[in-house]
């Protein structure tokens, strides 16, 4: 089945900046979406369609997409992005959604 | 205002049956897509089932021929019935409303998710 895969954890100081990678063979063809979900709280959209951010994020959350490789890019982290963070995209029938692993980041 | 609210979900024994609710209001359930995404203890979000508002349905291989999705169009509300029910099917449910693309690549992504319902499958 396909997979997305992300490292599982990243640090960074707080000002520093994270860029979290998710790769996938169908990702030249389809979108990648990212997540940011803090402990205990439902997922929140942070990046669609490679590089959209939904109003309300923070322009320090920017996303990228080149070939088999997206990239999530927090610019000067604070310490409330800490949290894990999942890209999102679908299989190659595109009926099938995949999300990656998940990553870990913390900001200390 | 978009809302999800999920319920349903409980404690039952492995091999038992439940039914959860996704309903939705601010948005018409018939006229979009949704997404149901599960997430076990400590572990990462997994996809589980998509509805498309033609009546397709999908299905993740661990759930296929054991979850089905049903809309009541009366009540605005997605329903997840999940039969056969075993151990590893333990984790928070969310539903999740999902914006088909516009740029003309494929996979749509969720803008509003609810807060989830909890299924216990322990004896």
């Known amino acids: 089945s396909y997979e997305l895969t992300q490292p599982p954890s990243m640090s960074v100081s707080p000002g520093q900046t994270a860029r979290i990678t998710c790769f996938g063979d169908?990702?030249?063809?389809?979108?990648a979406h990212w997540y940011q979900q803090k402990s205990g709280q439902a997922p929140v959209l942070v990046i669609y369609?490679?590089?959209k951010r939904p109003s309300g994020i923070p322009e320090r959350f920017t996303g990228s997409s080149s070939g088999t490789m997206a990239t999530l890019t927090v610019s000067g982290a604070q310490l409330e992005d800490e949290a894990d963070y999942y890209c999102?995209?679908?299989?190659?029938?595109?009926?099938?959604?995949?999300f990656g692993g998940g990553t870990k980041l913390t900001v200390l | 205002e978009v809302q999800l609210v999920e319920s349903g979900g409980g404690l039952i024994q492995p091999g038992g049956s439940l039914r959860l609710s996704c309903a939705a209001s601010?948005?018409?359930?018939?006229?979009?897509?949704i997404n149901w995404v599960r997430q076990a203890p400590g572990k990462g979000l997994e996809w589980v089932s998509v509805?498309?508002?033609?009546?397709?349905?999908y299905y993740a291989d661990s759930v296929k021929g054991r979850f089905t999705i049903s809309r009541d169009n009366s009540k605005n509300t997605l329903y997840l019935q999940m039969n056969s029910l075993r151990a590893e099917d333990t984790a928070l449910y969310y539903c999740?409303?999902?914006?088909?693309?516009?740029?003309?690549?494929?996979?749509?992504?969720?803008?509003?998710w609810g807060q989830g319902t909890q299924v216990t499958v322990s004896s």
């Open positions: 999740a409303r999902l914006q088909p693309p516009s740029n003309g690549k494929a996979a749509g992504y969720c803008d509003y």
């Open positions: 601010g948005f018409t359930v018939s006229d979009s897509y």
């Open positions: 509805f498309y508002r033609d009546g397709n349905t």
């Open positions: 169908e990702l030249p063809k389809k979108n």
């Open positions: 369609e490679d590089s």
């Open positions: 999102y995209s679908t299989d190659s029938s595109g009926d099938h959604g995949v």
